[in-house]
């Protein structure tokens, strides 16, 4: 038998807890096993709840270019390659997108309204050409739009991206900005 314990607290009222009678190991036994359901049950339910707002469903998106006055767009073929592979082979916008672009910049075009770089629909000039945009891509900190510090964009992109990719996404810019060919 396990201990009970009576006693008075400060304002008078009795506390008491009553024994527990046990006997032998079968007593221990059942509230082990008693102790192991609650876990089990707690377990699953954790499961079971945990899961509840992810989403089995996975989407890959594909941004084209707008079509040019009297061309007709072109459906964006699906494809199983993962989003760094689609950049090599697809166009400008495929490479701003997997590049990951929009994530910093602001582009109408792309749809993108990230804001830890500029604005390319407005600091993009009409004297911006596709091998100045180039330039910008590979070298960032050789020419930073007013109010951006240095060192934000990465400066890798000469390397991760193919000179084919770059050329691409300075088009995409170009077409898509005020900036002219």
């Given at each position: 038998m396990v201990c009970g314990l009576s006693r008075m607290v400060s304002l008078g009222i009795e506390l008491k807890i009553n024994c527990v009678k046990r006997k032998g190991?079968?007593?221990?036994?059942?509230?082990?096993?008693?102790?192991?359901?609650?876990?089990?049950?707690?377990?699953?339910?954790?499961?079971?709840?945990?899961?509840?707002?992810?989403?089995?469903?996975?989407?890959?998106?594909t941004v084209s270019a707008p079509a040019k006055a009297g061309e007709e767009a072109a459906a964006p073929e699906p494809s199983g390659e993962?989003?760094?592979?689609?950049?090599?082979?697809?166009?400008?916008?495929?490479?701003?997108?997997?590049?990951?672009?929009?994530?910093?910049?602001?582009?109408?075009a792309a749809g993108s309204t990230g804001t830890t770089g500029p604005n390319l629909d407005e600091s993009l000039a009409p004297d911006d050409n596709t091998a100045g945009i180039e330039e910008m891509i590979v070298h960032p900190n050789e020419e930073v739009v007013e109010g951006y510090p240095r060192n934000v964009m990465p400066q890798t992109y000469g390397e991760t991206l193919s000179k084919a990719e770059v050329h691409e996404l300075a088009e995409y810019l170009v077409e898509s900005t005020p900036a002219k060919p």
């Open positions: 190991w079968k007593g221990w036994l059942l509230e082990v096993w008693a102790f192991v359901a609650v876990a089990v049950i707690a377990f699953v339910g954790g499961l079971l709840v945990g899961d509840l707002g992810a989403s089995p469903k996975t989407e890959t998106l993962a989003e760094g592979e689609a950049a090599g082979a697809g166009s400008g916008a495929q490479v701003f997108t997997s590049a990951g672009c929009g994530s910093c910049h602001t582009m109408a």
